[in-house]
């Protein structure tokens, strides 16, 4: 019986060992941070570059060429 405890306690102690020795095991907040402000802007150039009223000048523009052209 005190084999078996002994062999319990080093298995714990092996697999404490093992987990706190890996520092780098996820992202942290300041990582999490960087990502959502990058996403941000990401969003903000697309909605920019998607100017309502040039995508319609530009229709407009192709639909005439395309019923005008012979």
């Not at 019986?1 to 890996?22: G, I």
């Amino acid at each position: 019986m005190q084999n078996y405890f002994a062999a319990r306690m080093m298995v714990t102690l092996h697999v404490l060992k093992a987990r706190y020795a890996d520092r780098e095991r996820g992202a942290s907040a300041l990582e999490y941070v960087g990502m959502v402000i990058l996403a941000a802007l990401l969003v903000v150039a697309v909605i920019t570059a998607i100017n309502p009223a040039n995508i319609k000048g530009t229709v407009t523009e192709k639909v005439n060429e395309i019923l005008t052209a012979q």
